[in-house]
């Protein structure tokens, strides 16, 4: 499932967020969106969940405009994965799982064997199904980010959305879920994934999108977008960029 983005623009009162982004990401491609704190990245997926609707321009999932779409319509084409968290609750990883299938149901409505058997057959996907019945605060937050992932997956959405998915976590379990992300993209779905860390770019994307000041600074294959002159603007810092035998490596320079 494709998604295209036209023109879009957001801003919080007077202060603008977004002007006139536009790009496209298809099925089986996963997308890098780079930038510092506050350029946009997470605005733009609040736009895309319909979490931020006064925007300008149009989001079309397979030619479909979302906005014209309800809260469970969306959902099917949809679904967003959110940073590792600590719960007030105890839910089982199973549970928080199972969650993801209630938007194909009526509000009174439980969860019955085939909401249960996608909710385990998307755990088993993601290599997480020894962890159903432990507590989801007692898991390392790469396993939660896992378990975020499997119950994205039980919405049945093609389109996921990972908001800085590895922010918290140690650097094994950075390089897991980026692994989980690439595969499912390998897999058919559309991923777009934000990150701080352009050298997760370089490793793991297909295509990036770099946006500054809320503007697209540059879009397309990551090693054309993923470059030194365009990592300076967005980041004010000079970089380097070797090749090696495992792939390019981003390197800081001294100085300004």
């Not at 590792?84 to 199973?94: D, Q, V």
């Not at 093609?158 to 595969?183: C, F, Q």
């Amino acid at each position: 499932m494709s998604l295209t983005v036209e023109n879009l623009s957001f801003s919080y009162g007077r202060h603008a967020v977004l002007q006139g982004v536009s790009f496209a990401a298809q099925a089986g491609e996963l997308l890098a969106i780079l930038g510092p704190n506050g350029v946009g990245k997470t605005t733009l997926f609040k736009c895309v969940m319909g979490l931020a609707r006064r925007y300008t321009g149009t989001i079309r999932a397979d030619g479909v405009d979302l906005a014209a779409l309800s809260p469970r319509e969306r959902a099917h084409r949809v679904a967003a994965i959110p940073q590792a968290h600590p719960l007030s609750f105890r839910y089982s990883a199973f549970d928080m799982v199972l969650m993801g299938t209630s938007h194909g149901l009526s509000p009174f409505a439980v969860p019955g064997e085939r909401e249960k058997t996608a909710a385990r057959d998307a755990m088993a996907r993601v290599n997480i199904a020894p962890l159903a019945d432990r507590p989801f605060d007692h898991l390392s937050g790469g396993e939660q980010q896992l378990v975020f992932i499997a119950r994205a997956l039980c919405q049945q959405a093609k389109i996921l959305l990972m908001d800085e998915p590895t922010a918290s976590l140690d650097y094994g379990n950075r390089l897991l879920v980026l692994g989980v992300a690439r595969d499912l993209s390998r897999a058919g779905y559309t991923v777009l994934l934000s990150t701080h860390d352009p050298q997760h770019a370089l490793w793991y994307a297909d295509r990036a999108l770099a946006l500054h000041e809320g503007k697209v600074l540059a879009q397309g294959a990551t090693r054309e977008v993923v470059v030194p002159d365009v990592l300076q603007q967005l980041y004010g810092r000079p970089f380097a960029l070797l090749e090696t035998e495992q792939g390019p490596v981003l390197v800081p320079k001294e100085g300004n």
